[in-house]
C-alpha cells in the first residue's frame, strides 16, 4: 500500500466512523468521493474491513453510506467486475464484514441489504451459505456427539 492510500485508508476509517454525523448531502458525497477511489484504485479495497454489516453494527446514515458507496463502484466498474473483485479469496478476510456468515440472522441483514440497493447479484455465495447452513450446523453437531460419545465410553472402560 502507498503513501497516499494509507491516508485515504485511515480517512475512510474516520468518516465511516463518524458517518451518523453528517448531514444528508455531505454524506452523499463523502461516499461518492470514497467509491471513485476505489474503483480508480487510489484507495485500497482493504478499507472494506472496517464496515460489519448487520442490523446491529450499522446505523441508517451508515447504510445509506454503504449504499451509494457501492452504487457508485458498481456504475463505474459494472456489476460482473465488481462482483469478481468482491470475491478474490486474497481479499476474502477483508470483506468478512460485507458479506458475513456468522448468524444467519447476519447473512439475511446482507442479503437483504444488497438485494434492496439492486445489488442481489454480489450475494449469490452468501445465498448458497445460508441455504446450506442447516446442514453445515447439523454435521457439526454429530461430530460434536460422537466425540463426547468416544470421550464417554473411553472413560467407562478407565472406570472398570
Same mark, same amino acid.
Given at each position: 500500500?502507498?503513501?497516499?492510500?494509507?491516508?485515504?485508508?485511515?480517512?475512510?476509517?474516520?468518516?465511516?466512523?463518524?458517518?451518523?454525523?453528517?448531514?444528508?448531502?455531505?454524506?452523499?458525497?463523502?461516499?461518492?468521493?470514497?467509491?471513485?477511489?476505489?474503483?480508480?484504485?487510489?484507495?485500497?479495497?482493504?478499507?472494506?474491513?472496517?464496515?460489519?454489516?448487520?442490523?446491529?453494527?450499522?446505523? $441508517?446514515?451508515?447504510?445509506?453510506?454503504?449504499?451509494?458507496?457501492?452504487?457508485?463502484?458498481?456504475?463505474?466498474?459494472?456489476?460482473?467486475?465488481?462482483?469478481?473483485?468482491?470475491?478474490?479469496?486474497?481479499?476474502?478476510?477483508?470483506?468478512?464484514?460485507?458479506?458475513?456468515?456468522?448468524?444467519?440472522?447476519?447473512?439475511?441483514?446482507?442479503?437483504?441489504?444488497?438485494?434492496?440497493?439492486?445489488?442481489?447479484?454480489?450475494?449469490?455465495?452468501?445465498?448458497?451459505?445460508?441455504?446450506?447452513?442447516?446442514?453445515?450446523?447439523?454435521?457439526?453437531?454429530?461430530?460434536?456427539?460422537? $466425540?463426547?460419545?468416544?470421550?464417554?465410553?473411553?472413560?467407562?472402560? $478407565?472406570?472398570?
Amino acid at each position: 500500500m502507498t503513501y497516499s492510500q494509507e491516508a485515504y485508508n485511515d480517512l475512510f476509517a474516520q468518516y465511516y466512523a463518524t458517518v451518523h454525523r453528517l448531514e444528508t448531502n455531505k454524506l452523499r458525497n463523502v461516499a461518492k468521493i470514497f467509491g471513485h477511489l476505489m474503483h480508480t484504485d487510489a484507495l485500497a479495497w482493504t478499507c472494506l474491513e472496517y464496515i460489519q454489516l448487520n442490523e446491529d453494527d450499522t446505523t $441508517s446514515s451508515s447504510r445509506i453510506f454503504i449504499k451509494i458507496l457501492f452504487q457508485e463502484i458498481s456504475e463505474y466498474l459494472g456489476l460482473p467486475k465488481l462482483k469478481e473483485r468482491l470475491e478474490d479469496p486474497f481479499m476474502a478476510q477483508y470483506y468478512a464484514g460485507l458479506f458475513p456468515r456468522d448468524t444467519p440472522r447476519n447473512t439475511r441483514f446482507a442479503i437483504n441489504f444488497f438485494t434492496s440497493i439492486g445489488l442481489g447479484g454480489l450475494t449469490e455465495k452468501l445465498r448458497e451459505h445460508l441455504k446450506n447452513a442447516p446442514k453445515m450446523i447439523m454435521q457439526q453437531q454429530q461430530q460434536v456427539d460422537s $466425540s463426547s460419545d468416544s470421550d464417554s465410553s473411553s472413560s467407562s472402560d $478407565s472406570d472398570s
